[in-house]
């Protein structure tokens, strides 16, 4: 760093010497703890240091193809970094074997995301979640190991949320004690599976399972689907590449079809039911929720992916925001820096507030999720339905407030924003595909709901309620909730927001029962406001879980550490009322002097925290290897930068491109 | 057609037989005109039918400079077949040489844009603005006849909104008669222009004019960078390609220096300033805002472009929503269309209504355009600030409106919206770029607050208002509005809003001034409510030109055409309306219990819609070439063109990709 700070942009410079907190402290807070930062570190240093991460041509100028033909060799590559180092890091066990720490240090190999992000992501856990303890002796010392590559097709072509509707078909055999694997239409091949288009040698497809004559609905199954030694697709498999995407271009999605492929019994992924040899089927006894492990896992995983990539979103936007130099109030003075504008400071700080909030809840959520897996295996079940509920909506919120807020920095940059070599269009494109995968937003919300209609009945009922939503316990008033500009009061009407608009989806849904209308179609004609409230609800769980953790992990800070990260969870608070003014007119009792008073400390709050803008993202303690962004970058020498990427251009290569003499010339002089 | 119909998707096929109006009477009221429309299927016919636009390997396979390559060979075809055809298209001047049928017929060539983009669209019409009428006679027949061609370089890499921080120079040398270009700085290298790497060989550049040693500030200039001949940059230039970016890599956005480059005298733009031979710089006696012609021009092209670009997304997304099934409500029930599902119309029928505002928008501003320039040459400029102040908003507005809608678009389609071969996501890379160039949307909007901000101060003075903002004369009552839900009565209530807005922003400004700050510092301090005002201001606008414009249009319509078109531009008050509770809770007298009914009304207007949905989206008349979309097409066999789009990738040409021997075998034996 020392040699370095020397180029440091003087604007820069200039910012780091005003910050007044301890970076260091809000990165520890951020990451969980000193000692994962220190973990994180020293294995970022182990894989970055040495340089494998870069290309010598970037990604963004080659084709699909070539995009991918280079993203297998850095695979390889990481994977063997993370083989040798993995031993090491027993710390990195609290986050499961898929941690962020791994997670982001493979974002500084790859743009995209590697062909290998569904094999630890997907493979390994499924193996680990469904197979008995005989079927994971067999196959998790392979694939923990990468002697066979997996991925997990559940997707079809024509089929993807309504899971019972999918077409793939196992049928068992007992003659040959086999499953006999078809697709039977077009719609049934399996599609957009991560890596298996050309990478993967294994992968767990989902299919109906059919045995005597019945079908006993879907089920996972381990399949072979290339040649250990040749890779050659096995006979009766149909696989190949999906084309381009917005995104994820590095990673080979893919289709998959079956004519009469047949696979071993002991392939069926037999923890929660089982084919006996003579075909009788066997549902073991267990509760039916329990598979609910893998889903909630990666949504975890999705909601701390979104943290991340906003925090490297805001990291550019910050940084360059300090550079960038546009207009001067008086006609003689120099120019602003933008971030001194009230309108960059408002489409800013809100992104790192949402990034802490997210990281934090991220964190929260797991622990929450930790209990619940504890609770199970003592045989306890009451809290799933409550962490569904909470991993479906906390996924759904999360990667919409991430995709919208990266496209917000982008915006904030202007039009080198719209450049690749800002990194910022890859930020998007990754967090956009979350929003849709492993749970539509809309759909996802919609489970939700239902969990909060239930709510809304036990609490009619005077039954007691799950943490979570036990708010609604004392919220049915009628009343509206008096106002209070506090942070815990703005919590409290957060609450009653999600109470109000609850209580009025269900009134329009009984309304409609009354009618005369099927339970069914009621609620379809009243989801527009159901998922308006749980989109609240949700709200109102990630500011208190922000709010607390806030309190709580800065207990023990240095004075102005805790003060700027109230400040940061003061402004997220104060940010989502002024976009709710008209529930909060609905639900409490909050004045038009009131809202005057709230704007105008919101826009005190953003100068509060102007001075430690660059502080804040500095603290995120991203590497320039991770942003991969010309605008971003710690030193911020972002014009060299700009020029530097653009010159690497293939077009620049040469002075005049072939197509003038073949196209342009022929044309301009009248004889194309 | 007819060969074709026996195979369109069953859905699709029923979807057609339910709707219930005239679609080619939709197509002629969208189009502007019967007479239109035929000139566009005319134009469309012969620029398509021969299938030139089609490639062999589809762009999304290549790099980016191989796009680059290929969109060359395309725009020297499709310029023949504009040289071939313009000449019987009279109809089309009536908008201008940039003609919505050659932009829109465009598309179908490229899935990114033109190379040649900017030489129509930038180049021609600045020749046209701010040349004399001897310039003219020298530059545009071999403009128009593209034996040149060129661009409009303006931005530079550290120079984007703020014009007067330019820092190019041109500087005057009487005794060679030249103007002597230079780049002072690496931030004054001229930076985005598109074409300018590879393809142009003639630029217009934007320098401060130096002569007898006083800065004239900016000033254009036509500058050569390439021998006609050989096409190599001439001595002094340096150009090249600026780096692929979110989208529009077809075109060779470039940057530029200039090195002590002579230009001869007579290249300085001479119509509104000149340098005589001995170096007199010379004002030409002309209103400064004259120049504001080419600026106005480009953005009515925008909002067109924004209403054009949306109505694609929304002709896939509703399509595929009527073949798309998913989920049944009842467990033996077939799976239900997802177009049939509440959220889904909520986000879809809220695109074509905006599609529609759009575009009736872009040609009400387009005439209003027009008298305003037939004024300005009758010497009468005073509605060109209001002008300016109207093109800014509806800019910034349209291209933010539709740039999301498309995005919901994608969204609606779930995984498959995600695919290169849905053909959405070129369409947001596209109109999220124009959301930013020719006006960021934050500076547009503040440049409409400060129109409104005086009309503000022309009601305290007495004084009349121009007629966009004439709702303002008697709307600051201190009052309520009273609520009336009928669609004059909402809009009304948006011009309540916006005023309510614009006094509570003109409020804090004043109190900011009387507490002893600068215009400017109370200015900046108020930007996010100034924002939010113009914004108001600017959806009031809209939406009353789109409700007076669907009246007048379909005055002589059959009544189900009436019928359907007054239904969607309710639908467009309601939707704001709704989106709008906080304010209108405070600025109008509405109730909980209207909001209760309009949201009612609301959810009953998606289910009339319903029937008629396709139809609507077929009356937008974009054949499949336009769309570019497995999803979209009108046959709606989405599934085996996904399917036939994934087996062109190139991935797919060899069953095991090279580096499985390089890398994966030897990574998953070990031994890398």
Redesign the interface.
Same mark, same amino acid.
């Given at each position: 760093m020392s040699e370095n700070q020397s180029k440091v942009n003087p604007d820069l410079a200039m910012e780091r010497a005003k910050c007044n907190f301890n970076i260091t402290e809000v990165t520890h807070i951020i990451d969980g703890g000193e000692n994962v930062t220190l973990q994180r570190k020293k294995f970022e240093d182990a894989a970055l240091n040495d340089g494998a991460s870069k290309d010598r041509i970037g990604e963004?100028?080659?084709?699909?193809?070539?995009k991918?033909?280079n993203a297998?060799?850095k695979?390889?590559?990481y994977?063997?970094i993370v083989k040798n180092d993995l031993a090491n890091m027993t710390a990195l066990e609290s986050f499961g074997l898929n941690s962020p720490i791994l997670r982001r240090t493979a974002d500084a190999f790859f743009k995209e995301v590697s062909p290998f992000l569904l094999h630890l992501g997907m493979f390994v856990p499924t193996l680990m979640g469904q197979c008995t303890q005989e079927q994971q002796a067999y196959w998790l010392p392979r694939a923990l190991?990468?002697?066979? @590559?997996g991925t997990y097709a559940q997707?079809e072509?024509?089929?993807?949320? %309504?899971i019972r509707?999918l077409e793939t078909t196992a049928t068992y055999d007992p003659e040959t004690e086999q499953f006999v694997m078809n697709s039977p239409t077009?719609?049934s091949?399996k599609?957009?599976a991560g890596g298996l288009?050309?990478?993967v040698n294994y992968c767990i497809v989902v299919a109906q399972l059919y045995t005597k004559g019945v079908c006993h609905g879907t089920h996972p199954f381990i399949v072979q689907i290339r040649d250990?030694e040749?890779?050659?697709?096995l006979p009766g498999i149909k696989v190949?590449? @999906?084309?381009?995407?917005?995104?994820f271009n590095t990673a080979?999605n893919g %289709?998959l079809g079956f004519e009469n492929y047949r696979i071993p019994r002991e392939n069926m992924m037999m923890k929660n039911a089982q084919v006996l040899k003579d075909g009788t089927y066997v549902k073991v006894a267990r509760h039916g929720k329990a598979t609910y492990g893998t889903m909630v896992f990666v949504r975890v995983i999705l909601v701390n992916e979104a943290a991340f990539n906003l925090a490297k979103a805001c990291t550019i936007a910050v940084r360059y925001s300090a550079i960038?130099?546009?207009?001067s109030?008086?006609p003689e003075g120099s120019?602003l820096q933008v971030l001194d504008?009230?309108?960059q400071q408002?489409k800013l700080f809100i992104c790192i507030a949402t990034a802490h909030a997210l990281q934090l809840n991220s964190i929260w959520l797991w622990k929450t999720f930790s209990d619940t897996l504890a609770a199970i295996k003592e045989g306890n079940v009451d809290t799933l339905p409550e962490l569904h509920a909470l991993s479906s909506c906390l996924k759904a919120l999360s990667t919409a407030d991430a995709a919208s807020l990266i496209?917000q920095c982008r915006?904030a940059c202007?039009?080198h924003?719209?450049?690749?070599?800002s990194g910022l269009?890859y930020l998007y494109a990754f967090v956009?595909?979350t929003?849709?995968?492993e749970g539509?937003?809309?759909v996802l919300l919609?489970q939700t709901a239902r969990f909060l209609v239930k709510a809304y009945e036990q609490v009619e009922a005077g039954k007691p309620l799950t943490p979570t939503v036990s708010y609604l316990s004392h919220a049915f008033t009628g009343k509206k909730l008096p106002w209070d500009s506090s942070p815990d009061g703005i919590i409290r009407s957060f609450q009653a927001l999600a109470a109000g608009k609850l209580s009025?989806a269900v009134k329009s849904l009984r309304r409609r029962l009354e009618s005369g209308l099927?339970h069914?179609?009621a609620w379809?004609?009243s989801?527009?406001?159901l998922?308006s409230a749980a989109e609240a609800h949700c709200r109102a769980v990630m500011s208190q879980t922000y709010k607390n953790e806030i309190v709580r992990l800065t207990e023990n800070s240095s004075p102005n550490v805790k003060k700027v990260m109230q400040q940061l969870s003061t402004l997220y608070l104060y940010y989502w009322a002024l976009e709710?003014?008209?529930?909060?007119?609905?639900f409490t009792s909050i004045s038009?002097d009131d809202?005057?008073v709230l704007?105008l400390r919101y826009?005190e709050l953003l100068k509060e925290i102007r001075p430690n803008a660059v502080g804040l993202v500095d603290a995120f303690d991203l590497r320039d290897e991770l942003l991969h962004s010309a605008l971003g970058s710690y030193d911020g020498n972002v014009?060299?930068r700009?020029?530097a990427?653009?010159?690497?251009?293939?077009?620049?290569a040469e002075?005049?491109?072939?197509?003038?003499n073949?196209?342009?010339?022929?044309?301009?002089?009248?004889k194309?």
């Open positions: 963004e100028h080659m084709s699909p193809k070539e991918y033909e297998i060799r695979s390889c590559i994977a063997n190991d990468m002697q066979i @590559i997707t072509l024509g089929h993807g949320t %309504f509707g077009l719609t091949y599609w957009w288009a050309k990478t250990e040749t890779h050659m697709p190949g590449d @999906i084309g381009p995407k917005l995104g080979d %289709f960038r130099r546009q207009c109030p008086n120019e504008y009230t309108t408002h496209e915006h202007g039009g924003g719209y450049m690749m070599s269009p956009t595909a929003r849709t995968y539509d937003y809309t919609l009025s099927s069914e179609q379809e004609l989801t527009i406001q998922i709710r003014i008209g529930d909060l007119l609905l038009e809202i005057v704007r826009e014009y060299e700009l020029m990427e653009a010159l690497k251009s293939p077009l620049n002075p005049v491109n072939q197509t003038f073949t196209y342009l010339k022929p044309m301009m002089k009248g194309l």
